[in-house]
């Protein structure tokens, strides 16, 4: 996987850093729009890498960046939630 393969204008390095014990509790929730594509792609690596993801289609995104303090310049079509830290857009394992 690599940044050519997501959308230019998504913001693909926007990230809360999360400590290793993240991996270790087991589970990422990843809010996104229903339309979204690219969202598996980026869980399915996750999962590959031991992550237990768990998709919820949300038709009012907006509201889950409020929710957990997103800034406006880091909004993408999806929000990853590990223990009430996010991760926006396609977070590198390295940074988890």
């Given at each position: 996987?690599?940044?050519?393969?997501?959308?230019?204008?998504?913001?693909?390095?926007?990230?809360?850093?999360?400590?290793?014990?993240?991996?270790?509790?087991?589970?990422?929730?990843?809010?996104?729009?229903?339309?979204c594509g690219c969202c598996h792609a980026w869980a399915d690596v996750?999962?590959?890498?031991?992550?237990?993801?768990?998709?919820?289609?949300?038709?009012?995104?907006?509201?889950?960046?409020?929710?957990?303090?997103?800034?406006?310049?880091?909004?993408?079509?999806?929000?990853?939630?590990?223990?009430?830290?996010?991760?926006?857009?396609?977070?590198?394992?390295?940074?988890?």
């Amino acid at each position: 996987m690599n940044r050519q393969a997501f959308p230019s204008g998504a913001v693909t390095w926007a990230a809360v850093i999360v400590s290793g014990t993240a991996k270790a509790a087991g589970g990422i929730a990843v809010y996104k729009d229903p339309n979204c594509g690219c969202c598996h792609a980026w869980a399915d690596v996750l999962a590959k890498a031991g992550f237990s993801v768990v998709f919820e289609d949300v038709t009012d995104l907006p509201a889950i960046k409020v929710r957990y303090n997103v800034p406006d310049a880091m909004v993408s079509s999806h929000t990853g939630v590990v223990e009430g830290k996010y991760l926006e857009a396609h977070v590198p394992l390295e940074a988890l």
